[in-house]
């Protein structure tokens, strides 16, 4: 049987160094892969075009459509080369998880679905338009002034440089690492560098701008009528600060599609860096699962 391919996709502000922690394990199994996606880590990192916005040479529109492509484009122009028919397993996390289901998406529409996709920590997006009624009064009568500024460029860098300092970073972590483990120099510099490097703060711009784009339950729900079916596993940190795992446990009862879902206690944002001991194993019983159903 052909060795599976497993394609690591990391989150916003993130990049593919963020899995130093996994990829001598998942080795074991698969032949391993991590992407820089477009605007992150060492890529490219283009002027961000916005709705409604006069066209510019080089500048991209920043989203899960573009970030969805370079997936498909990486794993034909590089994965498929080296491991001619090899099944291929997408493992994301945040917004990486978001990617990596679109990119499913596309993959399955181009007759080429993949043999499972990993969501960790997946964004819920409760930012997106199509979620605005769930949000407080408050916020929804200021959404439109904050979807003015939040265009501006001249107070986004202000946003940014305060942002995207080393002691920032480090408070930003301990939130999203509540056990505290592996937040140290080498996390802060990896995910500090990035952020100095010329356009990041176009990338910044395009993602914070992104009120109206695919949200996963959307997606699962398009994976959900494949023919094939391709199984979906989520892999959740109880005490993510931000995605809440009472969400995930509701797409799991909603989508066929979702295989088996495992809630870690005590961890956060990024399982898989914050205790790669616990999730590696996961990973690589997930990698050479059967497609048979597992109850969450």
């Keep these: 049987m052909a060795a599976p391919q497993v394609l690591l996709v990391h989150g916003f502000g993130a990049n593919r160094r963020q899995w130093r922690h996994n990829l001598t394990s998942l080795a074991q199994v698969a032949g391993v892969w991590a992407i820089d996606l477009l605007g992150f880590g060492a890529s490219s990192k283009p002027p961000s075009q916005l709705q409604g916005e006069i066209a510019r040479a080089g500048a991209v529109r920043y989203g899960f459509d573009l970030w969805a492509e370079q997936l498909l484009a990486f794993t034909s122009e590089v994965i498929a080369p080296a491991a001619p028919a090899n099944p291929l397993h997408l493992v994301g996390n945040s917004i990486g998880a978001?990617?990596?289901?679109?990119?499913?998406?596309?993959?399955?529409?181009?007759?080429?679905?993949?043999?499972?996709?990993?969501?960790?920590?997946?964004?819920?997006?409760?930012?997106?338009?199509?979620?605005?009624?769930?949000?407080?009064?408050?916020?929804?009568?200021?959404?439109?002034?904050?979807?003015?500024?939040?265009?501006?460029?001249?107070?986004?860098?202000?946003?940014?440089?305060?942002?995207?300092?080393?002691?920032?970073?480090?408070?930003?972590?301990?939130?999203?690492?509540?056990?505290?483990?592996?937040?140290?120099?080498?996390?802060?510099?990896?995910?500090?560098?990035?952020?100095?490097?010329?356009?990041?703060?176009?990338?910044?711009?395009?993602?914070?701008?992104?009120?109206?784009?695919?949200?996963?339950?959307?997606?699962?729900?398009?994976?959900?009528?494949?023919?094939?079916?391709?199984?979906?596993?989520?892999?959740?940190?109880?005490?993510?600060?931000?995605?809440?795992?009472?969400?995930?446990?509701?797409?799991?009862?909603?989508?066929?599609?979702?295989?088996?879902?495992?809630?870690?206690?005590?961890l956060g944002h990024c399982p898989h860096d914050e205790a790669p001991e616990l999730v590696n194993p996961i990973l690589r019983s997930w990698i050479a699962a059967s497609p048979e159903r597992v109850s969450p």
């Excluded at 964004?123 to 916020?139: C, F, I, P, Y």
């Excluded at 996963?216 to 729900?221: N, R, V, W």
């Excluded at 596993?233 to 599609?257: F, M, T």
């Design 98 to 266: 978001v990617v990596a289901l679109n990119a499913a998406r596309l993959l399955i529409a181009q007759g080429q679905p993949p043999a499972g996709v990993v969501l960790i920590d997946c964004a819920q997006r409760t930012l997106d338009d199509k979620r605005a009624a769930s949000l407080g009064l408050v916020e929804r009568a200021s959404r439109p002034l904050v979807k003015q500024l939040v265009r501006r460029r001249w107070l986004l860098a202000l946003l940014f440089r305060s942002l995207a300092r080393p002691a920032v970073i480090r408070q930003v972590l301990q939130r999203a690492y509540p056990s505290g483990a592996h937040v140290d120099a080498e996390l802060v510099a990896l995910l500090h560098g990035p952020s100095t490097e010329p356009g990041a703060l176009e990338s910044f711009r395009g993602f914070v701008n992104l009120f109206n784009d695919h949200l996963a339950p959307d997606l699962l729900t398009q994976i959900d009528g494949a023919s094939p079916g391709v199984p979906v596993r989520l892999l959740w940190g109880a005490a993510d600060p931000w995605e809440d795992p009472a969400e995930a446990r509701q797409w799991a009862a909603e989508h066929g599609c979702i295989q088996e879902l495992v809630v870690l206690p005590g």
